[in-house]
């Protein structure tokens, strides 16, 4: 039996009717179009899924679609103020050429946001802690650590 | 592989309670989900009921109290456990434990509980919590038992846990005077992938001799596994590096590692001594308030 819930992805509404076997991931990338999130490995390793769930960073190819109705769900589309301008975190990431392929780029940022919300000024180790469930094929991720610093020292 | 499911996310735990019991064997509680689904892709678990969880208020509790100890309700968060003040106080080789089990993401979804129920000999959570003392409350619409979780796993993916159960906390006694605890493991990706192998460990001491150890190792094993000789060992002497040697050594032979995607026997029974070793310094040093 679908489930009708009202899903709230960025400050929108949205209600939708989904099997309540359907992720989070699924119901974001295809009933809503919004692909900016990821699937990379579907098994809660990798982080290319990370949105956020009421503040906090969960893996959404892990979660029911169903269990996130009502919560407050953002994805990095969400993440630039307006169509016009991004956020520091992203500006970060393309001045330190912290993205390259990009596939990881959107649980990084959404990683990174989490964060900076709870921590201000990190340390290099609070970086690299706090950013390791998120994994990075291109970039050996040095320049992703920098680009979370710059990203600290920018919103400031 | 889609697995088709009814899902309910009852409110109290009456209702949990009432579905457990209608659904029984068909029924899976879903609390973070980060090993439900997975078991459910695989098809090693097929439930036609999924039973949500963290819908019930008040299930998410963690408190201590300076006679009871501390109580973490089942759907507590391993992130809040781990955050927790009196859990960072008073019980930091559980908080330890806690930030060894996977990655940031799951710990934003999964619980203690759960990783606990899932029943993997290489749950992190159980060495140290079984170490302690710890003990499982289960209820049932037939009522309720406390189980010590020494006595919660039966095998691989098994516990005590039947249809129509579920934990609805653990229990933990307040750390006596003079003790002290460790968690460490190890894993091929450091952080933040499964442990290959754990050791929990919980030492007492009295005119500094070792009155109490508890050494409980993790994924040397079908189930969590005291290390006894290594135990016997300890009793009633000073501690000291040799003599924490001596009982690594002997809990490697004790271990019954296998092989597989994450680490060779081998391996496993040389670092499990280690381990143990270490984490018997480091409760040690805990224990004396170093």
Not at chain 2, 44 to 70: C, E, W, Y
Not at chain 2, 71 to 96: E, M, N, Q, W
Request: hydrophobic share 40%.
């Amino acid at each position: 039996m679908k489930h009708v819930i009202e899903l709230k992805v960025n400050g929108d509404s949205y209600q939708v009717a989904v099997d309540p076997w359907r992720t989070l991931n699924e119901v974001l990338r295809e009933d809503l179009n919004l692909t900016g999130t990821k699937l990379g490995c579907g098994t809660g390793d990798c982080g290319a899924c990370t949105v956020l769930l009421d503040g906090r960073t969960v893996s959404s190819c892990l979660t029911l679609a169903v269990e996130a109705a009502g919560k407050d769900i953002r994805t990095v589309e969400g993440l630039a103020p307006s169509g016009e301008e991004l956020h520091p975190i992203q500006e970060a990431f393309i001045e330190e050429g912290a993205i390259q392929c990009g596939f990881c780029t959107a649980g990084m940022e959404l990683s990174a946001k989490y964060l900076l919300d709870r921590n201000p000024a990190p340390t290099e180790r609070e970086i690299r802690a706090s950013m390791s469930g998120n994994l990075c094929r291109c970039t050996g991720y040095d320049k992703i650590v920098a680009a979370v610093d710059a990203a600290a020292r920018k919103m400031k | 592989m889609i697995v088709r499911f009814e899902y309910f996310a009852p409110k109290s735990l009456d209702e949990v309670l009432r579905l457990l019991d209608e659904y029984g064997p068909d029924a899976c509680l879903l609390a973070g989900g980060t090993d439900l689904l997975l078991k459910i892709r695989a098809g090693a678990v097929t439930p036609t009921a999924v039973i949500a969880i963290k819908a019930v208020k008040g299930l998410d509790l963690i408190s201590f109290d300076t006679t009871k100890g501390l109580f973490i309700g089942a759907t507590a968060l391993l992130s809040d456990f781990a955050g927790h003040p009196a859990v960072t106080k008073h019980y930091p080789a559980l908080r330890d434990a806690a930030l060894a089990t996977a990655n940031v993401q799951v710990r934003n979804m999964g619980t203690v509980i759960g990783n606990l129920c899932n029943a993997s000999p290489c749950a992190d959570n159980a060495p140290t919590l079984i170490a302690m003392g710890g003990t499982a409350v289960v209820e049932s619409r037939n009522g309720g038992r406390c189980v010590p979780l020494e006595d919660f796993f039966k095998g691989p993916g098994q516990s005590v846990i039947g249809p129509g159960e579920i934990v609805t906390s653990v229990t933990v006694p307040v750390p006596p005077k003079g003790s002290g605890a460790s968690y460490l493991s190890l894993s091929q990706r450091s952080r933040v992938d499964m442990s290959a192998v754990g050791a929990g460990v919980f030492v007492r001491l009295e005119s500094s001799r070792i009155a109490q150890a508890s050494i409980v190792m993790g994924s040397v094993g079908p189930v969590p596994m005291r290390a006894s000789k290594a135990e016997a060992i300890l009793a009633g002497k000073r501690p000291s590096a040799a003599l924490f040697a001596r009982a690594g050594e002997a809990a490697a032979k004790e271990s019954k590692p296998i092989s597989d995607v994450r680490a060779s026997a081998s391996y496993r029974r040389q670092a499990v001594g280690v381990l143990v070793e270490r984490a018997l310094g480091e409760a040690a040093a805990r224990a004396k308030g170093d």
